[in-house]
C-alpha cells in the first residue's frame, strides 16, 4: 500500500504520461479540467478557486510555472517557494488530481499537448483573452472563469511580510 506522501508524489507527472492518461479517461467520456499559475504563496482564495474548479470535471490539472518561468514573469525576487514545494503543495490537496510543469510563459503549448475539456482562469480575464482559448473551443470544449475572493492574493501577502519587518 502506498503511502499518504507516495499517492502525493505520484500526482506531479510529465505532460506526455499525463497526455496519454488524459486520452483514454476522455475515450471513457471523463472530462478534465485545466488550470494554470505560479502559486507562490498558497491562501484560502486559491483554495476556493481550485476546490471550484474541480466541481466543474471529473479530474482537475494544474499547469505550474517552473522557478525559471516565475521569475520572468514576476521578478528576480519570485518565486519564494521553488517549483517542487510548490508542486507537491497542490498535488496534496484533495480536489488536485495531477500537477503538471511548463517552463514557458504561458501554458499555451501544454494545452495544445494535453487537450483538456475545460480550461479556467479567474474573472480579471477576459474569457476570449485566455491563452488555449481557441485549443479548447476549437474541439468543443469551454473556456470559464471563476470569482476570486476579494483581499487574497500572494501580491498582498508579499506586502504584508514586508511591512511587518
Same mark, same amino acid.
Request: charged letters at 30%.
Given at each position: 500500500?502506498?503511502?499518504?506522501?507516495?499517492?502525493?508524489? =505520484? !500526482?506531479?507527472?510529465?505532460?506526455?504520461?499525463?497526455? #496519454?492518461? &488524459?486520452? !483514454?479517461?476522455?475515450?471513457?467520456?471523463?472530462? %478534465?479540467? %485545466?488550470? *494554470?499559475?505560479?502559486?507562490?504563496?498558497?491562501?484560502?482564495?486559491?483554495?476556493?478557486?481550485?476546490?471550484? =474548479?474541480?466541481?466543474?470535471?471529473?479530474?482537475?490539472?494544474?499547469?505550474? *510555472?517552473?522557478?525559471?518561468?516565475?521569475?520572468?514573469?514576476?521578478?528576480?525576487?519570485?518565486?519564494? *517557494?521553488?517549483?517542487?514545494?510548490?508542486?507537491?503543495?497542490?498535488? =496534496?490537496?484533495? %480536489?488536485?488530481?495531477?500537477?503538471? &510543469? %511548463?517552463?514557458?510563459?504561458?501554458?499555451? *503549448?501544454?494545452?495544445?499537448?494535453?487537450?483538456?475539456?475545460?480550461?479556467?482562469?479567474?474573472?480579471?480575464?477576459?474569457? #476570449?483573452?485566455? $491563452?488555449?482559448?481557441?485549443? $479548447?473551443?476549437?474541439?468543443?470544449?469551454? $473556456?470559464?472563469?471563476?470569482?476570486?475572493?476579494?483581499?487574497? =492574493?500572494?501580491?498582498?501577502?508579499?506586502?504584508?511580510?514586508?511591512?511587518?519587518?
Amino acid at each position: 500500500m502506498k503511502s499518504h506522501l507516495e499517492i502525493v508524489k =505520484s !500526482k506531479i507527472i510529465s505532460a506526455q504520461d499525463l497526455s #496519454e492518461i &488524459m486520452k !483514454k479517461k476522455q475515450q471513457q467520456g471523463e472530462k %478534465f479540467a %485545466f488550470s *494554470n499559475g505560479c502559486f507562490d504563496l498558497v491562501h484560502q482564495g486559491h483554495i476556493d478557486y481550485l476546490s471550484k =474548479s474541480r466541481d466543474l470535471a471529473d479530474y482537475l490539472v494544474i499547469g505550474l *510555472n517552473t522557478d525559471d518561468s516565475v521569475r520572468r514573469l514576476k521578478g528576480s525576487h519570485r518565486p519564494i *517557494n521553488d517549483e517542487y514545494s510548490r508542486a507537491l503543495m497542490l498535488a =496534496s490537496f484533495l %480536489f488536485v488530481d495531477y500537477v503538471v &510543469m %511548463f517552463s514557458e510563459d504561458t501554458p499555451y *503549448n501544454l494545452i495544445k499537448t494535453l487537450q483538456p475539456d475545460i480550461l479556467i482562469k479567474g474573472s480579471d480575464y477576459k474569457v #476570449e483573452d485566455i $491563452v488555449g482559448y481557441d485549443i $479548447v473551443v476549437g474541439r468543443g470544449g469551454k $473556456v470559464v472563469t471563476l470569482d476570486f475572493i476579494p483581499g487574497f =492574493s500572494t501580491t498582498l501577502i508579499e506586502k504584508k511580510i514586508k511591512e511587518d519587518r
